[in-house]
């Protein structure tokens, strides 16, 4: 049973337009949500996250919006560059739990 | 500044053979985790330490599997006997945060294991 959804496994936008990566989750005790990105060859890194006290939280290029009572939330990459070509992993944690990840979408930047 | 360590890179071995999998944490971090990666199951957690204490082993997929965390600069993740359903890459992660769950998880490159 996955608590943590990204449908779409794979996503490609133009260079200099908007990405948006979607995320579902299921366990409306979840209060905490990230997003971390992973290059190939390479471990995940922390990218951006929110608390379920905010519904949007900025940084740069990337904004993480959350509709709680939609269950989603979803990143905003504003303008997509090549380098953003990763995989994006959506997260979420409880309180006193552990965090759960998403199976990931891969994100091609094309020129 | 080291980041987290983990050897081998790569391990290729055969079904039944003992798989020992490390890790280095980054220095003042009091959380380790290891996590496992498969296309089917994405990011798994299989154990995580707090303190050098194991908090939570639930993900651990049977008893082949075992992990130990002897002192804060090191870790071992161990299979014992492999099976081919155990290929997957495993990172490894520390962090400041005791669950990890509100601060940054700081990945190893990850160990890309083959069992044939």
């Known amino acids: ?111 | 500044d080291a980041g987290v360590i983990q050897s081998p890179r790569h391990e290729v071995t055969e079904m039944g053979q003992e798989v020992t999998l490390r890790c280095k944490p980054i220095s003042g971090h009091n959380s380790l985790f290891w996590y496992r990666q498969t296309m089917m199951r994405g990011l798994e957690l299989l154990i995580y330490f707090n303190n050098n204490v194991p908090i939570d082993d639930s993900g651990m997929p049977e008893d082949r599997f075992s992990a130990k965390m002897p002192n804060a600069s090191f870790s071992t993740l161990k299979i014992q006997p492999s099976e081919p359903r155990d290929s997957a890459v495993y990172f490894c992660a520390s962090s400041l945060s005791p669950s990890g769950r509100t601060g940054e998880l700081f990945f190893g490159e990850g160990s890309r294991l083959t069992v044939l």
Request: net charge positive.
């Open chain 1, 1 to 111: 049973d996955q608590q943590v959804k990204q449908n779409s496994p794979s996503l490609s936008v133009q260079e200099g337009r908007i990405s948006i990566l979607n995320c579902d989750y299921t366990n409306s005790m979840f209060d905490y949500f990230l997003w971390y990105k992973k290059y190939p060859a390479e471990g995940p890194t922390f990218l951006i996250s929110i608390s379920s006290i905010k519904d949007k939280n900025e940084d740069g290029r990337f904004t993480v919006f959350l509709n709680k009572s939609a269950k989603h939330l979803s990143l905003h990459i504003v303008p997509s560059q090549p380098g953003d070509s990763a995989v994006y992993f959506c997260a979420a944690s409880a309180p006193g739990s552990k965090i759960i990840f998403g199976k990931g979408t891969r994100l091609h930047i094309l020129p």
